[in-house]
Every structure is written in structure tokens, then in C-alpha cells.
């Protein structure tokens, strides 16, 4: 015995429109067509059916849901973890959200603090320098290092990235990075380090300035205000080669 598209919706809760789209979508196809090409549906249908659709409210896309019904058990299995994977990662940026939300100060016009989510992964070739102890002390750098891979065929950003390593007295060790595609750099070269950055969010600082006695003073009050816990290096990211502010760039969610 078949179902009709209005008996089946009765059983399984889910409106015929629904049934319709899936179908449409070749997600959840009718048993059989009858005479009249009306749709039928067979009773061992409906928990696929409640499953499909909870698997929607789940976030899960039509794309992967096709696939896990077409996969032996053990595939399903690894489909299934990546899913958690995915998942945990939407909830970790949710709860993010809600401290970025709920540290914002109504009585502070000027919020500078925001959210940027690099959804891609990226690709960065970095350059370890050396600099005397003063304000800005890696920019005389920057168009050198810039040069240096342009010299190598490797396309740029017009971003600029620094990250601070070590600061001594008269001394401060760091690195200045750009973006670039994944194979622009070849071959071995000592000078420069690749590196993959995965999908991230992070809270920003704007228009920062080094020479900003309270920086770290107001990057240690972000942290606490917004109750972010930092999950790697912090970036320092200039517009350009002669930008003079940057913005402070906090890893939260990886």
C-alpha cells in the first residue's frame, strides 16, 4: 500500500510544499507515480523523510544529505564527523557572537572592536626580521620584503601582516607576512616560510597605532570585556606599504 503526498505529510508532519521541494531537489524522490502523475510514497519512506528534514534544520546542506544516503556505513561515519566538526566550529563562532554582542558599550559611539571571519582558507609567506626598539619598527621592511617575492614571480596582497615574535630592550624580532595563492612560492627557500590558515575568526582593532602608549593596555580591556579567549598569534595588518595605523587582528574561533 502507497501513501498519497497528503497522507504521507500527515505522517511525517511535513507539508506538502516541503515533500515537493525535496523531490525537486532529487533528495527525497516518491515511490512510484501514479496513473494520474500524482506522487506515492511508501511507509519505510517516512523516518528517511523525518531524518532529511531534521538533517536540514540541522544546517546540513542538500548536496551532503544526498550523499550520506547514497554511502556505505563506514563513509557515513566519516561523513558524520565531519558534520560534528562543522558543527562545533558554527557554535564556537555563535558563542563569539554573543560575547561580541554583548560587550558592546551603548554609552561608546566610538566602537572600534568588530567581528571578521576569513571563511577560506588562506595562504601567507612570511620574512623574518630585525629592528631597532621604536614605533613602527618593521615598516622600513616592508617594501623590501615585498620586492623580494615580487623578484620571485609571487603575486602579493597590498595587505601587509606582522606578527611580533620577541621584544628585548633595544631589540624586537618579528615577521612580515603577505598573502599569497597557494602555489606562488616554489622550490626551497630558507628566507621565507609558508603557511596555511585555516578558516578563523577574529575580533578587530582598527586603526591602531604603535606608537600608542594604552595599546596593550586596550587589548588586555577587550579581552576581558568581551570575555575572547585568544587561539593563536595576533596580526598586525597594514592597508598598504605606507599605511601609518594598522589593524590589531585577535584569532577567537579556529
Excluded at 122 to 136: A, D, I, L
Excluded at 161 to 167: D, G, P, Q, S
Excluded at 176 to 202: A, M, Q, W
Aim: with cysteine; charged share 30%; aromatic share 12%.
Amino acid at each position: 500500500m502507497n501513501l498519497t503526498i497528503k497522507e504521507f505529510s500527515k505522517r511525517t508532519g511535513l507539508p506538502p510544499s516541503k515533500l515537493r521541494f525535496y523531490d525537486k531537489k532529487r533528495l527525497l524522490v516518491p515511490f512510484v507515480r501514479l496513473e494520474n502523475g500524482y506522487r506515492a510514497y511508501s511507509f519505510d519512506q517516512i523516518y528517511q523523510a523525518k531524518m532529511i528534514d531534521s538533517l536540514r534544520q540541522a544546517g546540513i546542506s542538500i548536496q551532503d544529505i544526498k550523499l550520506y544516503f547514497t554511502v556505505n556505513d563506514q563513509e557515513k561515519k566519516k561523513i558524520l564527523d565531519r558534520w560534528k566538526e562543522d558543527l562545533n566550529k558554527r557554535t564556537e563562532v555563535l558563542l563569539a557572537a554573543q560575547k561580541y554582542i554583548g560587550g558592546i558599550n551603548l554609552e561608546n559611539p566610538q566602537q572600534t572592536l568588530l567581528l571578521s571571519n576569513w571563511e577560506t582558507e588562506k595562504f601567507f609567506v612570511w620574512q623574518r626580521v630585525y629592528s631597532e626598539r621604536k614605533p613602527n619598527p618593521f615598516q622600513k621592511h616592508f617594501i623590501t620584503a615585498k620586492s623580494q617575492l615580487e623578484k620571485l614571480g609571487v603575486t602579493c596582497s597590498e595587505q601587509v601582516y606582522v606578527k611580533t615574535e620577541t621584544i628585548t630592550e633595544d631589540k624586537i624580532i618579528g615577521e612580515i607576512g603577505f598573502e599569497v595563492l597557494n602555489n606562488s612560492l616554489t622550490g626551497d627557500h630558507k628566507d621565507f616560510r609558508l603557511e596555511k590558515v585555516s578558516p578563523t575568526l577574529f575580533a578587530v582593532l582598527q586603526d591602531c597605532r604603535s606608537e600608542d602608549a594604552l595599546l596593550c593596555f586596550s587589548y588586555i580591556q577587550v579581552i576581558i570585556r568581551y570575555g575572547f579567549r585568544p587561539v593563536g598569534s595576533k596580526l598586525e595588518r597594514y592597508s598598504n606599504l605606507d599605511a601609518s595605523t594598522f589593524d590589531y587582528l585577535i584569532p577567537v574561533v579556529k
